[in-house]
C-alpha cells in the first residue's frame, strides 16, 4: 500500500501499543483500518453512543485509498474543527495526516470532560429539584 498524500510505499508498525496500523515513513500520516479508528477514539472515551455522529460534511479529494485507489472522502469529524480522510464508499478506513491521531485524543478528551460536566450538572439540578419539593411538601 502506498501513501495517499506523498505515494511513498506504507510501512506496519505497532501504534500505542494497541494496534498494527500502516504509516508514512515520509510524511509521518498513518492509515487506520475502518475498525482502528474507533479502537483510537477508546483509548480516552469509550462510550460510543455519546460520541456523536462521525461524518460531516463530506467531499471528494483527489487522494486514493491505499487499498482500492477509489477517492478518499474528506470530512469533519464529529462537528469539531478537524477535517480527515476516508474511503466510505468501500468502508477501507481512514487516513490521519501526521499529528491529526493526537488530535483525535484531544477531541475524544474533551467529548468526555463536556458529558461528565452535563451529568454532574443534571445531578445537581436534579438533587436542588429533590430539595425544593421536599421543602414545599412540608
Not at 501526521?98 to 477531541?107: N, Q
Not at 475524544?108 to 438533587?127: F, L, P, Y
Request: aromatic share 10%.
Amino acid at each position: 500500500m502506498n501513501c495517499p498524500k506523498c505515494n511513498t510505499q506504507l510501512v506496519k508498525k505497532f501504534y500505542k501499543s494497541m494496534m498494527e496500523v500502516e504509516s508514512c515513513p515520509h510524511c509521518r500520516g498513518m492509515w487506520l483500518d475502518f475498525d482502528e479508528l474507533d479502537k483510537l477514539e477508546d483509548v480516552v472515551f469509550n462510550q460510543d453512543t455519546q460520541k456523536g455522529s462521525l461524518v460531516h460534511y463530506q467531499t471528494k479529494t483527489n487522494y486514493p485509498c491505499p487499498h482500492c485507489s477509489a477517492k478518499l472522502d474528506e470530512f469533519q469529524y464529529r462537528l469539531y474543527d478537524l477535517k480527515l480522510d476516508a474511503c466510505i464508499e468501500n468502508h477501507h478506513g481512514f487516513w490521519l495526516d501526521a499529528g491529526e491521531d493526537e488530535r483525535v485524543l484531544e477531541i475524544m478528551n474533551r467529548r468526555s470532560d463536556e458529558i461528565k460536566r452535563k451529568v454532574d450538572a443534571e445531578t445537581e439540578w436534579k438533587q436542588l429539584l429533590k430539595n425544593m419539593h421536599s421543602f414545599i411538601d412540608k
